[in-house]
């Protein structure tokens, strides 16, 4: 696997959610730096060692509703 990518959306709650396509690998966090953290633990924790992917992308998703 050459990499993994990841949704990443603000929550209501004020902090981030990211998650994986693919791949059933979900994590939270209240800061963009924590979130990357919480993102690389995710992944060494779900691939094995030889397995990892060489690159990690993240996806900023942002929704807006609009009333015509």
Known sequence: MNEVIFLVEET????????ALGHSIHTQADSLPELRE?????????????????????????????TP
């Open 38 to 66: 919480q993102v690389r633990d995710a992944v060494n924790c779900h691939f094995d060692a030889d397995a990892l992917p060489a690159l990690i992308r993240l996806h900023f998703v942002r929704e807006e509703v609009l």
């Open 12 to 19: 209501v709650e004020g902090g981030y959610q990211a998650r």
